[in-house]
């Protein structure tokens, strides 16, 4: 299975992190966050590894090269303003023309079980498959009748309502949905393959963060510390 990671982007929201940095190499403990990715990727099976990067590429490009390799991974530049549908159009001639290919992006980790994600999608027949996830709530749940606190949940998961979580599964042929490198994956190619349902939904109810944030840092860093494994690692 080939996989692209998406890691571009400026990452503002990081702040003074991301200006000697790009956002995929911020550490998580002592390993970058798109290392802790690659991981996950390498231990569920994955035959290539293609980096799609703009923002300070040559750095991701020179930590890369350092890693033990079990797996090949290319790192390409595909520029500072290409948008993430554009990135994944502009690495193209890496994919293998018969074989699926999965997507996500340099900033977020989850315990996905990738060949389940894998059969959902080959059992569904579509174009893509995106996976649905309940993120961690940002504030406590606080449960009230009759003005009494029946239950007190600090930050629990979200149970209603999916939102996007970055690991997608597609076939070659989607790639015709990319304009050029101004498109944005979120935006006319899923829609489109919505419009012709053919974008499957696989439902992640584990483990699941991006981050986005310095808090969201913060709370990934504190999870690593607290547990001899870590969170995102699949165990199945």
């Known amino acids: 299975m080939n996989v692209i990671i998406l890691a571009g982007g400026f990452g503002y929201r990081m702040g003074s992190d991301t200006v000697k940095l790009p956002k995929p190499l911020i550490k998580i403990g002592n390993k970058p966050i798109l290392e802790h990715l690659i991981n996950t990727y390498v231990s569920a099976g994955a035959s290539k590894i293609i980096i799609s990067a703009g923002y300070k590429f040559n750095l991701i490009k020179k930590y890369t090269g350092k890693l033990k390799k079990q797996i090949p991974i290319k790192v390409i530049n595909t520029g500072i303003k290409t948008e993430t549908g554009g990135r994944i159009l502009l690495v193209k001639k890496y994919?293998?023309?018969?074989?699926?290919?999965?997507?996500t992006?340099?900033?977020?980790?989850?315990?996905?079980?990738?060949?389940?994600l894998l059969r959902s999608h080959?059992?569904?027949r579509k174009?893509?498959?995106?996976?649905?996830?309940?993120?961690?709530?940002?504030?406590?749940?606080?449960?009230?009748?009759n003005n009494l606190v029946t239950n007190f949940?600090?930050?629990?998961?979200?149970?209603k309502?999916?939102?996007?979580?970055?690991?997608?599964v597609f076939k070659y042929k989607?790639?015709?949905?990319?304009?050029?490198?101004?498109?944005?994956?979120?935006?006319?190619?899923?829609?489109q393959l919505t419009k012709i349902k053919m974008l499957n939904a696989y439902k992640h109810k584990g483990f699941w963060q991006c981050m986005d944030t310095q808090r969201e840092k913060k709370f990934l860093t504190e999870l690593l510390k607290k547990n001899s494994k870590p969170p995102w690692i699949n165990n199945d």
């Open 105 to 116: 992006y340099g900033d977020g980790l989850a315990n996905i079980n990738f060949k389940n």
């Open 127 to 145: 174009i893509g498959t995106v996976t649905a996830v309940r993120p961690i709530a940002r504030f406590g749940e606080i449960k009230i009748k």
């Open 153 to 159: 949940q600090e930050k629990p998961q979200v149970t």
């Open 174 to 191: 989607f790639l015709k949905y990319i304009k050029n490198k101004n498109s944005i994956l979120e935006k006319n190619p899923l829609e």
């Open 95 to 103: 994919l293998d023309k018969n074989q699926d290919f999965m997507v």
């Open 122 to 124: 080959r059992n569904s």
């Open 161 to 168: 309502g999916w939102v996007n979580g970055g690991f997608f």
